[in-house]
């Protein structure tokens, strides 16, 4: 069956523009994870959706970026006002619900703030 | 809070034989669970093994086998005939099962794996 998908592939932007990245999980797969990888930060945990539940934006960097979930499928993470410092790939995973279950990475976004 | 490193950020071995990446992890939990992901350049990271940390037999997947030491809280992978096409970057991760999964995933930096034709 169909993968994890994330679009776009890659994103060139100007700082200060507002990105929107997307992911269509896996179908029937209610978890879904957001992850950031840099080359100073490696990968880190953005923030969890299960179902239509409120996620846990904990781990989200900061208060320019938000993320939401519609129908509890498609995904989209919203980056306010770029800073180069947001420059990394934005990986997505989706899983069944629990810790045991593997989660199933996109390809990820490269995202490049000039 | 939970950590994981991976001493070695490259690691170069010559193809059909055998190499082992490191990896240790800080917890003070006593359920939890342990991967080994492989990213290779098309950025699209894949599962390579998975071990429960309340099993004590030591997880298989054909060429790529664990040493999971849970007293030194140790997770290192063995990749058996190391082949051209694993060649990619491994990282180590660890989760808990609480709280349904909501915590993610915490990675290492990852390790490098070079293979010599």
């Known amino acids: 069956g169909a993968g994890v998908s994330q679009s776009p592939s890659n994103k060139v932007t100007e700082k200060g523009k507002d990105v929107e990245l997307r992911c269509d999980p896996i179908s029937g797969h209610t978890a879904l994870y957001w992850y950031r990888q840099s080359l100073g930060q490696g990968l880190e945990f953005l923030i969890y959706f299960q179902g239509n539940s409120a996620p846990d934006k904990s781990g989200l960097p900061s208060d320019r970026f938000s993320a939401e979930r519609t129908g509890g499928s498609v995904s989209t993470l919203t980056i306010q006002r770029t800073q180069q410092e947001d420059s990394a790939v934005y990986l997505c995973?989706?899983?069944?619900?629990?810790?045991?279950?593997?989660?199933?990475f996109g390809p990820g976004t490269r995202l490049t703030v000039t | 809070a939970q950590t994981v490193t991976q001493s070695q950020p490259e690691m170069s071995v010559q193809e059909a034989e055998t190499v082992t990446l490191s990896c240790t992890y800080d917890t003070s939990e006593s359920d939890y669970y342990l991967f080994w992901y492989k990213q290779p350049p098309s950025r699209q990271m894949i599962l390579v093994i998975r071990?429960?940390?309340?099993?004590?037999q030591n997880a298989t997947e054909n060429r790529f086998s664990v040493n999971f030491q849970k007293a030194a809280k140790s997770f290192s992978l063995k990749i058996s005939d190391s082949q051209l096409g694993d060649a990619a970057m491994y990282f180590c991760a660890y989760r808990t099962p609480s709280g349904g999964g909501a915590d993610g995933l915490t990675f290492g930096k990852g390790t490098h794996l070079i293979i010599q034709p």
């Open positions: 995973a989706s899983s069944l619900i629990g810790g045991a279950y593997e989660q199933y």
């Open positions: 071990q429960e940390a309340y099993k004590q």
